[in-house]
């Protein structure tokens, strides 16, 4: 492929590999491609961020398969989590709300989730993670899940603010020199502690090239 490739090419491809593979979030990332995408989905697609992703969705699958009440994802980005969510056969989940705070996030992340709009379980929303009531949430949330806790300037404070008992997904890494990077944790222990769960199904560690990414399942 060059810089002069059409894009109907990569939407060809990616049908080729969706009818291949017969991964329907493939045939939604065509889709998404065809119609008009934001110029950095190929870093919200690329392998390190589907691994990360499919190592949440495993782990999800054996500690906490059947939430009882809508996964809110916080920090969603695109929306790319809560596809892989909702096509995992092994997972029973009612919804998924998708929140960012970057109002360029939700208009992308419904069109590529556009078949579990239109079926009313997926809606993206424009929000700032750490000004949300979980309390007052009607249906109560079933599962909470924050990948970027890294990004926040103070972890235990947000925590401090939610639900006591809420279940909780929470992913940080020690990736210090991203300048993005406020609450970077040294290690699975270090992290245990920032995050003070109160009862921990799943605690694990996946390093990568350049730092290693930590994830808790657990209650607040
Ligand atoms: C780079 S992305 C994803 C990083 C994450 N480690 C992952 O792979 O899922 C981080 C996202 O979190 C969002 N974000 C950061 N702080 C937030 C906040 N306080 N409320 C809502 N979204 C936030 C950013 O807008 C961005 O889209």
Redesign the pocket.
Same mark, same amino acid.
């Given at each position: 492929m060059t810089r002069d490739t059409p894009p109907d090419a990569f939407y060809d491809i990616l049908r080729g590999v969706a009818a291949l593979t017969g991964n329907a979030v493939v045939a939604d990332l065509a889709r998404l491609v065809a119609d008009e995408m934001p110029p950095d989905l190929w870093i919200a697609f690329n392998h390190k /961020?589907i691994g990360?992703k499919r190592w949440l969705v495993d782990a999800l699958a054996q500690a906490m398969p059947q939430p009882q009440g809508p996964v809110w994802m916080?920090?969603a980005?695109y929306g790319v *989590?809560g596809a892989l969510l909702l096509a995992d056969e092994r997972l029973a989940i009612p919804a998924v709300v998708s *929140?960012?705070?970057?109002a360029t996030?939700a208009p992308v992340a419904e069109r590529l989730n556009r078949r579990h709009v239109a079926s009313g379980r997926f809606r993206a929303i424009t929000?700032?993670?750490?000004t949300l009531d979980f309390a007052a949430q009607q249906p109560r949330p079933g599962l909470v899940i924050n990948?970027?806790c890294?990004?926040?300037d103070d972890v235990p404070g947000w925590l401090a603010t939610l639900p006591p008992g809420l279940p909780l997904l929470l /992913?940080s890494?020690d990736y210090f020199r991203e300048p993005d990077h406020r609450s970077c944790v040294g290690s699975l222990d270090d992290f245990k502690a920032q995050a003070g769960l109160s009862d921990l199904l799943f605690a694990g560690a996946q390093p990568t090239k350049n730092y290693t990414r930590f994830m808790l399942i657990g209650r607040r």
């Amino acid at each position: 492929m060059t810089r002069d490739t059409p894009p109907d090419a990569f939407y060809d491809i990616l049908r080729g590999v969706a009818a291949l593979t017969g991964n329907a979030v493939v045939a939604d990332l065509a889709r998404l491609v065809a119609d008009e995408m934001p110029p950095d989905l190929w870093i919200a697609f690329n392998h390190k /961020q589907i691994g990360s992703k499919r190592w949440l969705v495993d782990a999800l699958a054996q500690a906490m398969p059947q939430p009882q009440g809508p996964v809110w994802m916080l920090g969603a980005w695109y929306g790319v *989590l809560g596809a892989l969510l909702l096509a995992d056969e092994r997972l029973a989940i009612p919804a998924v709300v998708s *929140l960012d705070r970057d109002a360029t996030c939700a208009p992308v992340a419904e069109r590529l989730n556009r078949r579990h709009v239109a079926s009313g379980r997926f809606r993206a929303i424009t929000a700032d993670m750490t000004t949300l009531d979980f309390a007052a949430q009607q249906p109560r949330p079933g599962l909470v899940i924050n990948t970027s806790c890294e990004h926040l300037d103070d972890v235990p404070g947000w925590l401090a603010t939610l639900p006591p008992g809420l279940p909780l997904l929470l /992913q940080s890494n020690d990736y210090f020199r991203e300048p993005d990077h406020r609450s970077c944790v040294g290690s699975l222990d270090d992290f245990k502690a920032q995050a003070g769960l109160s009862d921990l199904l799943f605690a694990g560690a996946q390093p990568t090239k350049n730092y290693t990414r930590f994830m808790l399942i657990g209650r607040r």
